[in-house]
């Protein structure tokens, strides 16, 4: 059996790293949506300036 001591340690020590890595991925992803979201802005900017029609839907699809 495990003793109170012991696994209050693991809580003291487990639930901050835990919770800390959670907020980290959080961050983490948050950012790197961020940075997609930036360059799907310029490549619409971009699209939006062609004067080819073709050009400009090609763009705009993503493809």
């Not at 809580?11 to 980290?24: Q, R, S, T």
């Not at 073709?54 to 705009?60: A, E």
């Amino acid at each position: 059996m495990i003793s109170k001591s012991t696994s209050s340690a693991w809580l003291v020590g487990g639930v901050p790293a835990i919770l800390g890595l959670g907020i980290a991925w959080f961050g983490a992803t948050l950012i790197k949506n961020e940075n997609r979201l930036l360059h799907r802005q310029l490549e619409l900017k971009a699209a939006l300036g062609e004067r080819s029609r073709k050009i400009r839907r090609r763009n705009l699809l993503g493809k």
